[in-house]
């Protein structure tokens, strides 16, 4: 990670984005990805939610990290994860109590995401408060691409909808929008990206390597 | 309390609402650790085990002193602490009392902290207002439902290892297409008991 140290903040925020995205390229915090993009508007909603954390937890411990001492950093960074995602539940049950009966409990899962924890003890706990500030942007940015790619694909699909607007006349199909969908939707998607990656930039496939 | 009702929780638990293909929780354990069968029984045991307890601690912790207290809006930070500080003093006695169980065990222990289902479990069974055998049949039926999605997939993926798979499909996309076809096998099994 030393190479990351000297780039700018435009590098950093694109890093999240492209470079090392969450559920394409790192291939964690997979549960969401998958749980609850049945339909764009919740995969939207949670992205928000992700990004939200996921910039606050990186200021956080950025801001602190020199009173946090490491022995003790991962019990510490979980509490300040935790802390922001309860904002958030709180916040969701009070004012948007619709999306909330639905995703809910996805919500509350965010402390356990690896990719905030991943962000906070890789980038944040050694960097400035500004670059922590981008990556986190650019991580939490990746991350609700990510979700509104699978969930824009799973909806038309799967409802012949998007955003609750019907698109398509005619049967949908209906194994998009069950579980079974989700699991063939990221790992198509994923194959597209690695046959790309193969086929213009002669990489190797990045997550097939995991 | 019915033996019925528990059992019934323990199905529902295992097969219906299986946290792997229906739930989606755990996924990134479930695809990490499922290359291997062995790994894969390892993890298996441990999680069930640190499941169980969990699900019992937290309940303890949930009713006797959060709901007195009026906290239980603390819910997710104390849930996360009470796994956090089980899975550390598990695995500190278990290097002391039996250090072979230790040398096998001990690398899936530090992975569950990560896993998502073991702070469902507490989260799910608080909202639920689940009594304790309640909770207990329902962290079990959570343990052994990713048990047997780990069995299953690790031995498809051995196979897997094997076989022609076009190269931008290696690895993880074709695990989890693997993983959409179990699910949709899993589907049978909605509507098996009515709760």
Known sequence: MSLIREKGNWEIFKNGIFGENTIFRMAISLC?????TNSLKNGITLGLAVVFVQVMVNVTVSALR?????????PIFMFIIAGYVSIIDMVMAAYAREAY?????????IVAFASIFA????????????KSFFDGLGMGIGFLLAMIIISFFRELLGKGTLYGLKIVAGKPLLIMILPAGGFLAVGLLMG???????????????SGAA | MEFGKLFELLIAASLINNFVFTRFLGLCIFFGVSKKMETAVGMSITFTSVMVVSAALSWVVFTQVMVPLDITFLKII??????????????????KVS???????????????????ILAVPLINAGEGYNF??????????????????????????KLELADVPVPFRGLPIAFITAGLISLAFTGFSGLIRL
């Open chain 1, 101 to 109: 009966r639905e995703i809910g409990l996805y919500i509350q899962i």
């Open chain 1, 66 to 74: 020199k009173f946090i001492h490491p022995k003790i950093r991962i």
């Open chain 1, 32 to 36: 969401p990805s998958i749980a609850v």
């Open chain 2, 99 to 117: 250090p072979t169980l230790y040398y096998k065990l001990g690398v899936y222990l530090a992975l569950i902290t990560t896993n998502c289902i």
């Open chain 1, 192 to 206: 597209f990206f690695n046959w790309i990656d193969i086929r213009f930039y002669g990489g190797k496939g990045a």
């Open chain 2, 78 to 95: 104390i849930f996360i602490g009470i796994v956090a500080a089980f899975v550390q003093s598990a695995d500190t006695i278990m290097k």
């Open chain 1, 119 to 130: 962000r906070a003890e890789v980038f944040a706990s050694k960097n400035r408060l500004d």
């Open chain 2, 133 to 158: 055998l309640e909770s207990i049949s329902f962290g079990l039926g959570s343990g052994l439902g990713f048990a047997l999605a780990l069995v299953i997939m690790a031995s498809i993926r051995e």
